[in-house]
């Protein structure tokens, strides 16, 4: 079964203004990364901030910010946690369709919290469409295939995504 979690207004507001305000900060730390996700590299590349991945904290930042999720959701082990950020682009690409782990874990769950509001979407294979507002987070089986879209309303489109266990 394909379970969906769309919760509004995630942290509470002097949390997500916190958090942020951290990422949309000069000092923190982006990285370009040649491609969105692994299924269709050709066109399309994002920029990165690696917290966390396979049992290894990449970030200074990375206590502070999985705490807000740790806090508040049935997390027994982190296996990655990265921001995203997309730029801005004269129409809605559609960046391909993947699955966050492997298509045969049924354990694993994926989270996307949505820093800014745009009019980018996350896409399900399964028709589902979910909206770029501010301060969501949608949780979702992290086999379940997905794409995201950049937006044309805002310079940026930021996400945080986890997995987890």
């Given at each position: 079964m394909e379970k969906f979690d769309v919760i509004?207004?995630?942290?509470?507001?002097?949390?997500?203004?916190?958090?942020?305000?951290?990422?949309?900060?000069?000092?923190?730390?982006?990285?370009?990364?040649?491609?969105?996700?692994?299924?269709?590299s050709e066109n399309y590349f994002q920029f990165e901030h690696l917290f966390f991945r396979n049992f290894k904290i990449f970030s200074e930042h990375y206590e502070q910010t999985v705490k807000l999720f740790t806090d508040r959701l049935p997390i027994r082990s982190i296996s990655r946690m990265k921001a995203n950020l997309l730029t801005r682009t004269?129409?809605?690409?559609?960046?391909?369709w993947h699955v966050d782990g492997d298509i045969n874990d049924s354990d694993m769950i994926t989270g996307i919290?949505?820093?800014?509001?745009?009019?980018?979407?996350?896409?399900?294979k399964n028709?589902?469409?979910?909206?770029?507002?501010?301060?969501?987070?949608?949780?979702?089986?992290?086999?379940?295939i997905?794409?995201?879209?950049?937006?044309?309303?805002?310079?940026?489109?930021?996400?945080?995504n986890l997995n987890w266990f």
């Open positions: 509004d207004n995630f942290l509470p507001e002097k949390d997500w203004e916190s958090l942020s305000n951290k990422i949309f900060s000069p000092e923190f730390p982006w990285h370009y990364g040649d491609f969105v996700n692994y299924d269709n004269s129409s809605s690409d559609f960046h391909g919290y949505y820093i800014n509001s745009t009019n980018g979407k996350t896409l399900f028709g589902k469409e979910i909206d770029c507002i501010a301060n969501r987070l949608v949780v979702f089986p992290g086999n379940l997905h794409s995201s879209t950049s937006c044309t309303d805002q310079k940026v489109r930021v996400v945080i």
